[in-house]
């Protein structure tokens, strides 16, 4: 399919248009089942042996997550893909299908604040300490890459203060130190930005997001680009037999046309078959349903929130905005040529008091209070008393989280309802 457009691929890629195999069905159908059947016992143990491929129990196999995995893995340019229960379990079933207890991991200090609770809190009780640096100075990333560091891992654009990461230059010192680049493009779904041709190993999205685009479900996809070479014995868990999985190297002893998605595989068989984080099929089919609409829906989200954002800094009760094609110009046009995407974060002027009464007035016409980014409907949150309030003042500060910052995920309403719901809670 790799020859269609991303919108087209959007439709149709990991189906085959003539239906589904068993009953023609033309939609992509849930497939709520716990086992298949065998054939036989022959069948079953040719299943177990692998001597035959085939479906034998659901933790592991779904058609309904094998299209969505597929078409995600098309539009994102990679090579494979895994769905999982949530954004925070691709992350975690990440890291830990790279590294063990004793390794490490040098990520950008912006994150999600679910994730940076992850990296700072919980990975270390497992033995992986996480080494956190200022977003783009690469001064620092080289700095903090040691000898028993596994992988690089950096948000396309950043939760919340939204400053876009050089991508290319990540890449550069990842191929230097021979280490897996791994990207959490949720903010930026293509077809605003494919991290994989600048040089991303690994893309996660939370589904949950613009993916799924409605709100309406929770879910997580890691892209396997396919081009890491996991020979390097500094990576263990590729390299010694796998206690997980029958022995296996799985570097060295898959067949030669598996061997580019190594980690794909391991993540399969180990992460998700003995660790549990399955996506239901329900959930993978509401994404689906949104993945179709997706190219639509974020040049849509793109253009309404470069308007907002253009709105608020013309406004006297704002104190600062940002947007990243308007605070990171250059950076912006490398990456995102096809927008910025749907988020935008600006100051109330009068600080932390006044930025909750904006989110109060706001709440209820049109946009929602809410823990939640990239619904078709708009969105606002106060972060600081919110989403970040387990951080640190110092900890919020180096991700970007002012008292005063509103986040607002710009919706596809009309912009005219937008911008005058925002005036008035303004006003
Ligand atoms: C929401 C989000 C996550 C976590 O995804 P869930 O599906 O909510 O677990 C991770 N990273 C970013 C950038 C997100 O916005």
Redesign the pocket.
């Known amino acids: 399919m790799s020859k269609f457009h991303l919108e087209t691929l959007a439709v149709h890629a990991g189906q085959n248009p003539k239906g589904d195999p068993a009953t023609y069905a033309r939609a992509v159908p849930v497939y709520r089942t716990t086992a298949y059947n065998f054939r036989d016992s022959k069948h079953g143990a040719d299943l177990f042996g692998l001597r035959e491929l085939g479906n034998i129990y659901a933790r592991l196999m779904n058609p309904t997550n094998d299209v969505l995995a597929q078409r995600i893995a098309a539009l994102e340019g990679g090579a494979a893909a895994q769905t999982l229960a949530?954004?925070?379990a691709a992350?975690f079933f990440t890291v830990t299908n790279i590294a063990r207890a004793g390794d490490e991991v040098v990520a950008a200090d912006n994150l999600?604040g679910?994730?940076f609770s992850q990296f700072d809190a919980i990975l270390p009780n497992a033995g992986i300490k996480v080494n956190f640096t200022p977003v783009n100075d690469f001064a620092a990333v080289e700095a903090a890459i040691n000898e028993r560091t596994r992988l690089l891992f950096v948000?396309s654009v950043g939760?919340p203060a939204l400053d876009i990461a050089d991508l290319d230059g990540y890449a550069a010192i990842a191929r230097k130190h021979h280490l897996p680049l791994v990207v959490?493009a949720?903010?930026t779904p293509p077809p605003l930005l494919r991290a994989i041709d600048h040089g991303a190993d690994l893309v996660i999205h939370?589904?949950?997001?613009w993916i799924g685009g409605h709100g309406a479900g929770?879910?997580?996809v890691v892209v396997d680009a396919g081009k890491f070479d996991w020979t390097d014995p500094k990576f263990a868990l590729y390299n010694e037999p796998d206690a997980g999985y029958h022995g296996l190297r799985f570097a060295h002893d898959l067949p030669d046309p598996l061997k580019p998605v190594a980690f794909s595989l391991r993540l399969l068989t180990v992460g998700i078959r003995n660790q549990g984080p399955t996506l239901a099929p329900d959930a993978a089919w509401i994404f689906l349903q949104g993945v179709e609409s997706l190219p639509l829906r974020i040049a849509r989200h793109s253009e309404n929130a470069l308007a907002v954002a253009k709105h608020l800094a013309a406004h006297p009760k704002v104190a600062w905005v940002k947007y990243p094609s308007l605070s990171q110009p250059e950076l912006a046009a490398k990456y995102l040529p096809n927008g910025a995407g749907g988020m935008v974060v600006f100051g109330v002027k009068g600080g932390a008091d006044e930025a909750r009464r904006f989110a109060d007035a706001l709440n209820g016409e049109i946009f929602s209070l809410l823990a939640n980014?990239g619904d078709a409907k708009s969105l606002v949150i106060h972060p600081a008393s919110t989403t970040h309030s387990q951080l640190s003042d110092e900890d919020l500060r180096k991700g970007g989280v002012l008292p005063e910052l509103v986040r607002l995920s710009i919706g596809i309403e009309h912009i005219d309802d937008i911008l005058a719901e925002l005036d008035r809670a303004l006003g």
């Open positions: 949530s954004g925070t992350i999600y679910g994730t948000e939760n959490d949720t903010f939370s589904l949950s997001k929770i879910g997580g980014v």
